[in-house]
């Protein structure tokens, strides 16, 4: 029988090392650690070794598809297939940054969701029958989907939208940043927010695309660890790293046959809609 195998995205710090360290003590198979920066993601292994856990490592950069291409080969030269996938490489910039929104829209899109996109075409085709995806989002896609126009909204929540569809709204709101008009246009005013609604959405079609694949029980959700004690939120939130991976680690390890939840945007452990209160009935 092949050896299982689980994939955190952006691991070596914050929520994503305490995913790896998570399921190094609960999942049965290897577990890797990836990183953009090698030097990085080997000193987050060792740290985990000094715990004595035992992820292995390798090099991956979302935005990279030379790096995705690479990463895809030596999966499934190894292992042959993916049981696990969490996408929780993300970045944000902070709330007092000066960088013109223009840049920050583009360039936290880049990552949060066209990253997302492309680990996601590029693995899917190595899901195993049972395979678990976890999309990391946040509950600022829920503030920012408030924050928008009836009639974006009204896209965004269209349960038949597609992949393409939901690009096009992406790349629509960066246009729209770049020539200051995105408020004007219907969008929220934070790039983060308006990334992460894209990585939510995002996790619905990508569920509902595989749960008409021949490969049994394939189940995406998307989550939002809550605010979190990491560098991104400049060390404010009251959980700590391993709390806000609890929520992560439980979708990734979901029992065969389960059905709910699936598809869904989930908070502690908890199936929430992340588009109440929106102005759509």
């Given at each position: 029988?092949?050896?299982?195998?689980a994939?955190?995205t952006?691991?070596?710090?914050?929520?994503?090392?305490?995913?790896?360290?998570?399921?190094?003590?609960?999942?049965?198979?290897?577990?890797?650690?990836?990183?953009?920066?090698?030097?990085?993601?080997?000193?987050?292994?060792?740290?985990?070794?000094?715990?004595?856990?035992?992820?292995?490592?390798?090099?991956?950069?979302?935005?990279?598809?030379?790096?995705?291409?690479?990463?895809?080969?030596?999966?499934?030269?190894?292992?042959?297939?993916?049981?696990?996938?969490?996408?929780?490489?993300?970045?944000?910039?902070?709330?007092?940054?000066?960088?013109?929104?223009?840049?920050?829209?583009e360039?936290?899109?880049?990552?949060?969701?066209?990253g997302?996109?492309?680990?996601?075409?590029?693995?899917?085709?190595?899901?195993?029958?049972?395979?678990?995806?976890?999309?990391?989002?946040?509950?600022?896609?829920?503030?920012?989907?408030?924050?928008?126009?009836?009639?974006?909204?009204?896209?965004?929540?269209?349960?038949?939208?597609?992949?393409?569809?939901?690009?096009?709204?992406?790349?629509?709101?960066?246009?729209?940043?770049?020539?200051?008009?995105?408020?004007?246009?219907?969008y929220?005013?934070?790039?983060?927010?308006?990334?992460?609604?894209?990585?939510?959405?995002?996790?619905?079609?990508?569920?509902?695309?595989?749960s008409?694949?021949?490969?049994?029980?394939?189940?995406?959700?998307?989550?939002?660890?809550?605010?979190?004690?990491?560098?991104?939120?400049?060390?404010?939130?009251?959980?700590?790293?391993?709390?806000?991976a609890?929520?992560?680690?439980?979708?990734?390890?979901?029992?065969?046959?389960?059905?709910?939840?699936?598809?869904?945007?989930?908070?502690?452990?908890?199936?929430?809609?992340?588009?109440?209160?929106?102005?759509?009935?």
């Open positions: 029988m092949s050896t299982k195998v994939v955190v952006g691991s070596n710090k914050g929520i994503g090392y305490a995913i790896v360290r998570g399921l190094c003590r609960q999942f049965k198979g290897d577990v890797f650690l990836t990183s953009r920066n090698e030097e990085l993601g080997k000193k987050a292994i060792q740290s985990l070794n000094d715990e004595g856990l035992f992820p292995k490592y390798h090099q991956l950069d979302i935005t990279d598809q030379t790096s995705i291409e690479r990463f895809k080969d030596f999966i499934k030269g190894t292992y042959g297939g993916l049981d696990i996938l969490i996408n929780n490489a993300g970045i944000a910039y902070k709330q007092a940054s000066t960088a013109p929104f223009e840049e920050q829209a360039i936290t899109l880049k990552t949060n969701y066209f997302t996109v492309a680990i996601s075409d590029v693995l899917f085709p190595l899901l195993r029958p049972h395979a678990r995806v976890v999309n990391v989002s946040s509950l600022a896609c829920n503030f920012s989907i408030t924050k928008c126009s009836p009639e974006v909204q009204a896209k965004f929540l269209n349960n038949a939208i597609t992949k393409q569809e939901l690009t096009d709204l992406m790349n629509d709101f960066i246009q729209a940043a770049k020539t200051g008009d995105h408020e004007k246009e219907g929220s005013n934070s790039a983060y927010g308006m990334s992460k609604v894209g990585v939510t959405v995002l996790s619905q079609i990508q569920h509902r695309e595989l008409v694949d021949p490969r049994e029980n394939i189940i995406v959700n998307a989550c939002t660890p809550g605010y979190v004690d990491t560098d991104m939120t400049s060390h404010k939130g009251p959980k700590t790293i391993d709390e806000g609890d929520t992560p680690i439980y979708l990734a390890l979901l029992p065969e046959g389960t059905t709910s939840p699936a598809g869904e945007f989930v908070a502690d452990r908890k199936v929430k809609s992340w588009s109440e209160n929106t102005q759509i009935s």
